[in-house]
Structure formats: structure tokens, C-alpha cells
């Protein structure tokens, strides 16, 4: 079964001149729990509109979306909110951290809104988390105290401490120079599959895709599989 389905998935939208501007076209993509794929794109290519779309934040104007099976028209408000929440971690370019807070509280953060017992766990839970990214030492370090990778890195412990089962990471080494991002790349990597999530890797950079196991490229909207010479083909 796939964790995320989408069958001739397209978005557009109406402009102010009446005429309709088609951002994505009938995209059809599978993942399953443990892919790793790459979507790489030009800029005005559609990559945040896909992601949009692939982390529950917005619906498609035609074409179906499923989640587990269930289609998104079946997941509204509180239940689509709770589904995101629990299942999908997000990791940006901008780290997003919570500048008064310390490296543990901005990992605790997404358990504040857990409804199990990872509420009452969560400083537990955090700090084992950033132990795994590497950074039990700085537990109650403030974002401006840490370099941008290990600002990354605690953005990557907090995407990932429920545990979700897909993670949706758009550009995520885009404000590190190249060594540090490749460390965080490899450390991502590394962390998913542990965990058996499933990664979409949205990026521009060649070198931060060629992790993936599996690559596309969006194009004027259009998501179609790359081969690579180490992969073969891999739609
Ligand atoms: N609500 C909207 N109204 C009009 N045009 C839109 C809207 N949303 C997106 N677009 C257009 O659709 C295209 C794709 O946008 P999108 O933001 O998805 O691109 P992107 O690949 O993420 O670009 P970048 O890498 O520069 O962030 C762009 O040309 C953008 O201007």
C-alpha cells in the first residue's frame, strides 16, 4: 500500500485577467513508507505548490490525492490538521526555529500538540532526539548560540520527534555552504531510513538530490522520472 498517492493531480489557478494559469499537470506519483526521492526544478517550476500539495496543506483542482488510501477529500479540518501534525515532518531552507527558545524546547514543541503520551514525554523524547542528530551536548543552547548546521540539524531532530512517516524536506541545506550540507544531507538520510520514514527531497541542487534513491523533475508543472547511471530508470 502506498503511503501517498497521487492520480492526475493537477492545481491551477484563476488569474485576475479571468484566463487560468495551470501551476501542476496531472501529476502521478506513488511513495511508499521508506523511498527516498528527489524532485528537482527550476524556480516558478511549481516545487512549493507540489509541496503544498504532498504535505496536506492544499488540495488539488483536479486529479485525487490519497494519504494511507484515503483520499484527501475525506480528511477535512481538524482530521487533516491531526493527520499533518502526526504523519509528516517538515524541514525548510530557513531553519524556522523559535528564537527565544532552547534547541530542547523548539524540539519538544510539535509534542505540545500530541494527544498521546508523547506530551507527557516530551522533554525525554526531545533530548533523545537530538542526542540521534548529534547534538545532546547542546540541549539548552539557543538557536542564535548554534551554527547554521546545527540550527539545520535541530530542525531536523524537531520534523522528526513524532515519529512521522513522510518527510517533506524543501531545500533543506539551501542556506548551508556546501561541506555542512552535505553532512546534513547524509544525517537526514540516515535518520529516515532508521525510522522508516518515507523522504521527498525538493531541491535545485544536483549533488543534494543524487541521495535519493529515486529522482523526478518538475518542469513548467510537468513531474516526470530521471533515470541516473547508478539507479537505472526509476519511474
Ligand atoms: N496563487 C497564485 N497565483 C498566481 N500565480 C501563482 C500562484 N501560486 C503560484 N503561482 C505561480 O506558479 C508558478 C509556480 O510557483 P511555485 O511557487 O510553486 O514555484 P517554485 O518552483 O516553488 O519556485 P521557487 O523555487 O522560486 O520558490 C510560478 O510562476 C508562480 O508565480
Given at each position: 500500500m502506498a503511503l501517498l498517492r497521487l492520480d492526475g493531480v493537477a492545481r491551477s489557478v484563476q488569474l485576475p485577467d479571468l484566463t487560468t494559469l495551470?501551476?501542476?499537470?496531472?501529476i502521478d506519483l506513488e511513495v511508499e513508507v521508506g523511498d527516498h526521492l528527489s524532485i528537482v526544478g527550476r524556480s516558478g517550476s511549481g516545487k512549493s505548490t507540489l509541496l503544498n500539495l504532498l504535505g496536506l496543506l492544499d488540495a488539488p483542482t483536479a486529479g485525487r490525492l490519497f494519504f494511507d488510501d484515503v483520499?484527501?477529500?475525506?480528511?477535512?479540518g481538524a482530521a487533516r490538521d491531526r493527520r499533518r501534525g502526526r504523519d509528516i515532518g517538515f524541514i525548510f531552507?530557513?531553519?524556522?526555529?523559535?528564537?527565544?527558545?532552547t534547541a530542547l524546547e523548539n524540539v519538544a514543541t510539535p509534542l505540545?500538540?500530541?494527544?498521546?503520551r508523547g506530551f507527557w514525554r516530551r522533554e525525554r523524547l526531545a533530548a533523545e532526539m537530538l542526542e540521534r542528530v548529534g547534538l545532546g551536548d547542546r540541549l539548552h543552547s539557543f538557536p542564535t548560540q548554534l551554527s547554521g548546521g546545527e540550527q539545520q540539524r535541530v530542525a531536523i531532530a524537531r520534523a522528526l520527534v513524532r515519529g512521522p512517516r513522510l518527510i517533506l524536506a524543501d531545500?533543506?541545506?539551501?542556506?548551508?555552504?556546501v561541506e555542512t550540507g552535505a553532512r546534513v544531507m547524509a544525517l537526514l538520510d540516515d535518520i529516515a531510513e532508521q525510522s522508516g520514514a518515507a523522504l521527498i527531497t525538493i531541491t535545485h541542487d544536483p549533488n543534494v538530490a543524487s541521495l535519493a534513491r529515486r529522482h523526478y523533475r518538475l518542469d513548467q508543472g510537468v513531474l516526470t522520472a530521471v533515470a541516473t547511471a547508478s539507479t537505472g530508470v526509476t519511474a
Open positions: 495551470e501551476i501542476l499537470r496531472s483520499p484527501l477529500e475525506r480528511l477535512r531552507q530557513q531553519f524556522n526555529l523559535l528564537p527565544g527558545r505540545l500538540y500530541a494527544h498521546d531545500e533543506p541545506t539551501g542556506a548551508l555552504d
